[in-house]
């Protein structure tokens, strides 16, 4: 059977259920990509990312025949599920935060960016190791907001589909978990500024 | 708050979407690693993602669920003599090693209006070779039900209700399903 293009999540999704391999690799190649961000902000750990994307099409794989369109996108069923299997696989309660995978942590080679300036690529990258580390370092439920809506960009009201509770919990967490951050990233700018404090010259 | 903090705030809050945006560019075509795909296909493939389950088989738990709901979806329990349908003298079910395609003929038997395939082994269950001793349980289920053992249903067919039966093993483990099929069915 020939994939039409841009054939539907809910179309591929009926088409597996039915046994259609043409339609599994299609929706997995589709939406792989953003469950993998997802967990891999989530955990900090693209190990963990790899599982938790692999149970959540498994999960998918098994309960095919069960998706009610009627309910909710394929997107966010997927979200859910992903939810689900990164708080299973991290054994989060409620309020523990991570540290960074060591992988993540390394980085690649700052001066082999595209920047123009080699300084200003290193700056970025420090930034972006910074903020993924108070991202990480988040408590899980405000967390999840920022990695949903300010990383993966995705609209309130489908986060909040997605998470299970009110869009208005979805404001209220995000502006909390915003609120975090800035207060997270002022504490680690603030001893930077610090050592700046020049040290007396000898003649 | 004065001006100065909202200022502060203000000018806070534009660093850190920045600073976002900038960790969500760098990891925008991050994706799960090869292995995670070959290792779904190869599951699918196999069917194995119908017995993730752990414990009893996809298709006894669905036949339990629906006899809790339908009740009286459960009838005709019977003692199965492999050979006994061809209607040759019932032979000891001790004597029978296995149930092969003679004792259970392949293409169904005709009992009155009734069509029966020959048992389909199930998942975990063994097979339906070397056993002993089997009870037969008629019941009616879902043509969704054949999606779990690999079967591509239409989506449009899967309320419909078909008469299926079960080989239950004296271990009590479901070993085997047949579909019945009235005469007058396509």
């Known amino acids: 059977m020939t994939l039409q293009k841009e054939e539907s999540d809910e179309h591929l999704v009926s088409r597996l259920a039915g046994g259609d391999e043409t339609a599994f690799t299609a929706l997995y190649r589709r939406r792989q990509g953003a469950i993998y961000r997802f967990a891999l902000h989530m955990t900090g750990s693209p190990a963990l990312a790899d599982d938790v994307t692999q149970e959540v099409f498994m999960a998918m794989l098994r309960q095919a025949h069960q998706f009610d369109p009627s309910r909710g996108s394929v997107s966010a069923y997927l979200f859910g599920i992903a939810r689900h299997q990164v708080l299973k696989q991290l054994g989060l309660r409620r309020f523990e935060s991570l540290e960074i995978d060591d992988h993540l942590q390394s980085g690649h080679d700052a001066l082999h960016d595209s920047a123009d300036d080699p300084l200003d690529a290193v700056a970025r990258q420090e930034t972006i190791a910074t903020v993924r580390q108070a991202v990480l370092a988040l408590p899980a439920h405000y967390r999840e907001v920022v990695v949903l809506c300010d990383l993966q960009e995705i609209e309130y009201a489908v986060a909040a589909q997605m998470l299970g509770y009110p869009i208005g919990t979805v404001r209220s967490r995000l502006h909390r978990g915003r609120r975090l951050l800035v207060e997270k990233l002022r504490r680690v700018a603030a001893p930077a500024i610090a050592d700046l404090n020049p040290a007396r010259c000898v003649p | ?186």
């Open chain 2, 1 to 186: 708050m004065t001006s100065d903090d909202l200022d502060r705030v203000a000018a806070e809050e534009r660093a850190l979407a920045r600073s976002l945006r900038q960790l969500a560019e760098e990891t925008a075509n991050e994706q799960a690693s090869s292995h995670v795909e070959a290792a779904l296909l190869a599951a699918f493939r196999k069917g194995s993602w119908s017995r993730e389950r752990a414990g009893l088989p996809t298709w006894l738990l669905r036949a339990a669920a629906l006899l809790l709901v339908v009740g009286g979806g459960v009838w005709g329990l019977s003692r199965m003599d492999f050979g006994a349908r061809d209607g040759s003298a019932p032979t000891s079910a001790r004597s029978i090693a296995r149930p092969s395609e003679d004792a259970i003929p392949a293409t169904g038997d005709e009992n009155g209006d009734e069509i029966l395939t020959s048992f389909v082994p199930l998942p975990y269950g063994g097979g339906t070779a070397y056993l002993e001793s089997a009870h037969v349980v008629r019941m009616e289920l879902p043509r969704s039900a054949l999606v779990t053992l690999g079967v591509a249903v239409p989506e449009e067919q899967w309320t419909e209700r078909m008469q299926a039966e079960v080989l239950f093993g004296e271990d009590g483990l479901a070993r085997g399903v047949r579909l019945v099929k009235r005469g007058t069915e396509n």
